[in-house]
């Protein structure tokens, strides 16, 4: 079964509309962390934000921001404003445990394209 | 700003023949991990190895596949006799266990490997 689930493939938006990224995770464990990744065209993945279960306050950095649900295990990401600098492939990832030494299970991913 | 880099950029190899991927993690962290992602497929975990030894495997990560830490500051992954289907991004990422709380893994630009 999917840990995480990415459910929109690709996503197209006009330049300056607002969007939103959904994530939804399945884990058994009380204690885990969330994360979100950009992968730019140039391929790497860049960290954007980490949350951990115990921390339900949304979090808000420049024209992202990120909306954490327990009651809907969601963890979703909005970018405000968009740009065509924000055109990539963005990765919903879930670590299941305290620990530094374990692996990230990441969603499918969702392709953004921001259309000037 | 700290970062991890990988070389090669890109490889390309005959099926059969052993490559090694090489990655520098930043200088202070201790878990260190491989992942890998097939072209257009979401990026799935290979490894994690602290003190000098790996923590975690997925079933991806068999006979063909070794990691050492040959030095204070290289992580290498080879793959023995590289096949057709081993052709993918692979990541490697490195995580800092001074500050537990964090669990943040910050992840290279990437190797392309090619089998041809």
């Known amino acids: 079964a999917q840990k995480v689930t990415q459910a929109q493939t690709e996503i197209s938006v006009v330049e300056k509309e607002d969007v939103t990224l959904d994530c939804v995770y399945e884990?058994?464990?009380?204690?885990?962390?969330l994360f979100w990744y950009k992968q730019p065209p140039s391929g790497e993945l860049v960290f954007l934000i980490r949350?951990?279960?115990?921390?339900?306050q949304n979090e808000i950095s420049g024209r992202y921001s990120w909306n954490f649900q327990k009651s809907t295990s969601s963890f979703n990401f909005t970018i405000t404003a968009s740009q065509v600098v924000d055109s990539a492939v963005y990765f919903c990832a879930l670590s299941e445990a305290p620990n530094t030494g374990n692996q990230f299970y990441f969603g499918t991913g969702t392709s953004l394209t921001v259309i000037p | 700003e700290p970062e991890v880099t990988q070389t090669p950029s890109h490889q390309v190899t005959q099926m059969g023949q052993e490559v090694i991927l090489r990655c520098v993690p930043i200088s202070n962290h201790l878990y260190f991990y491989w992942y890998r992602q097939i072209l257009g497929q979401k990026v799935e975990f290979l490894v994690s190895?602290?003190?000098?030894?790996?923590?975690?495997k997925s079933e991806i990560f068999d006979d063909q596949f070794s990691v050492e830490r040959p030095d204070g500051s290289n992580f290498t992954l080879k793959i023995r006799s590289t096949k057709l289907e081993d052709s993918a991004m692979y990541f490697c990422?490195?995580?800092?266990?001074?500050?537990?709380?964090?669990?943040?893994?910050?992840f290279g630009a990437g190797t392309r490997l090619s089998v041809l």
């Open positions: 190895f602290y003190n000098n030894e790996i923590s975690e």
């Open positions: 949350r951990n279960s115990f921390d339900e």
């Open positions: 884990t058994r464990d009380t204690t885990y962390y």
């Open positions: 990422a490195s995580s800092d266990p001074g500050d537990r709380s964090k669990n943040i893994q910050y």
